[in-house]
Every structure is written in structure tokens, then in C-alpha cells.
């Protein structure tokens, strides 16, 4: 990845994170149980913290930190997104159950996403 890249992804999981926090707090709480909103805010979170961490690191890029940054995309679209489809499709009587093993494929990318950076400071 790229300097560029990275902060455009950064830029795009910030604002859809801030978009569809937005859409839990204000559409969605009427619509869904309190742990369907827990799960759906769990989502938001980790999408924002590593809107974060994805800025934080374009902006001081170093080629070193390209398997981190590739990690913590694929674990946010993992994670997060399979997240948002188990809980709006639930709630909306369909849920897409093949969903459920995808999310802790997206947390081991975000965990070793972290390691790795870690490491890579090493």
C-alpha cells in the first residue's frame, strides 16, 4: 500500500464509521434488541480505532508497516462489516448465518495486524 491508500482508507472507514454509528444511535435502536446494538456498536468501535491507526500510520508511512496496513483492512472489512450483515440481516428476519465464521477471521487480521507492527518497530 501506499502513502495515498492508506489515508484514503483511513478517510473512507472514518466516515462510514461515523455514518453508520450515526444510523445504530438513531435508526436502528428501535429496530434492534440490546445485544444486536451492543454487537452493532462492537463494529463501529473497531472500525474507528483502526480508521485511527490506519491514518495515524499514513501519515508517517514507512514501507515497514505495509503487512500491518494490509491486515488491519482486510480484519475492518472482516470484522466489522461481517458484523453489520449478521446483525442487520437478524433483525431484519434473513440473517446471513455464513457471516458468523468470517467475524473472527477479521479480529485474527486486526490481532496480527498488531503484532506485526509491533515487530516491525523491532
Keep these: 500500500m501506499t502513502q495515498e491508500i492508506t489515508i484514503i482508507i483511513a478517510a473512507t472507514f472514518g466516515f462510514l464509521a461515523i455514518i ?3 444510523f445504530g444511535a438513531h435508526f436502528l435502536k428501535k429496530k434492534l434488541t440490546t445485544d444486536q446494538l451492543t454487537s452493532f456498536e462492537t463494529g ?20 515497514k508497516y505495509a503487512n500491518s496496513l494490509l491486515l488491519f483492512t482486510i480484519g475492518v472489512l472482516l470484522f466489522s462489516f461481517s458484523i453489520y450483515g449478521l446483525v442487520l440481516s437478524d433483525a431484519f428476519g434473513k440473517k446471513m448465518k455464513f457471516l458468523g465464521p468470517i467475524t473472527p477471521l477479521g479480529g485474527l487480521c486486526l490481532a496480527a495486524g498488531w503484532l506485526l507492527l509491533g515487530v516491525s518497530i523491532l
Design 20 to 22: 453508520l454509528g450515526a
Design 44 to 63: 463501529v468501535k473497531y472500525q474507528m480505532y483502526h480508521a485511527i491507526v490506519l491514518l495515524t500510520l499514513g501519515l508517517q508511512f514507512n514501507e
